[in-house]
């Protein structure tokens, strides 16, 4: 199955510096790559989503990168902000769902220094 | 519109019991997927449900069950609980079929099995 490592799982910025956050997987029919944010106590919120089709995409201060041929995809927070302080997962997944639905990663908690 | 609505929010069970836990998805998403959340193994993909039919399923044991019901709302169920199985336990709905379309979390249930 699928299987998607990330990296840092501690990640410590100044306010105002830019945060990356990086993933690979492993199955190479997987085509979708969401990023969700999760604030202490709350429920992951998606936060911006990628498909293969497309190498980078932007929403304001987030955008995400995808490198199909080496199976890798990082999430950038750019002038980062004490809001931005949660845990991070990127996730996978293979046309139709598959047998391993959404595969996440371990997840980075994001830590915004004042 | 309403967001994804889990009952009950806590439980506490001792091992050897089961629990049912519910959760009603948004109005109009016809596929629910629920997640196991613990600090060590992360967000791991239990099952997918849609249109009263598990179209998915991950790699938990067979104790682990759940069920739709006509209105989209589904069930989980953990029969002979384990201290393993503490957990919180996320359901996610979206509008389709399939992992390829963006979930929607909702508040989880947090069971602590003593």
């Known amino acids: 199955g699928e299987n998607v490592e990330q990296h840092p799982s501690t990640l410590s910025v100044q306010e105002g510096d830019s945060a990356v956050i990086k993933c690979t997987y492993s199955d190479s029919a997987s085509n979708y790559f969401p990023w969700y944010k999760q604030e202490l106590g709350k429920r992951p919120q998606l936060i911006i989503d990628i498909r293969s089709n497309v190498g980078e995409k932007k929403d304001q201060r987030i955008a995400v990168t995808l490198n199909k041929t080496a199976k890798h995809f990082s999430l950038h927070i750019t002038e980062t902000q004490p809001e931005d302080s949660a845990v991070y997962f990127c996730?996978?997944?293979?046309?139709?769902?598959?047998?391993?639905?959404?595969?996440f990663g371990k997840g980075t908690h994001l830590i915004i220094q004042p | 519109k309403a967001g994804v609505t889990q009952t009950p929010r806590y439980l506490i069970k001792t091992r050897g019991q089961q629990v049912t836990l519910s959760c009603s998805p948004i109005s109009g998403h016809r596929s629910v997927s629920w997640y196991q959340q613990t600090p060590g193994q992360g967000l791991q993909f239990l099952f997918e449900?849609?249109?009263?039919?598990?179209?998915n399923k991950g790699n938990f044991p067979g104790r682990f069950s759940g069920r739709q019901f006509s209105n989209s709302r589904s069930e989980m169920n953990v029969s002979t609980l384990e201290l393993g199985d503490s957990a919180l336990y996320l359901c996610?709905?979206?509008?389709?079929?399939?992992?390829?379309?963006?979930?929607?979390f909702g508040p989880g249930t947090r069971l602590t099995v003593l």
């Open positions: 996730a996978a997944s293979i046309p139709g769902g598959g047998a391993d639905g959404l595969t």
């Open positions: 996610a709905s979206s509008i389709l079929f399939g992992t390829l379309n963006e979930q929607f």
């Open positions: 449900y849609f249109s009263e039919t598990q179209r």
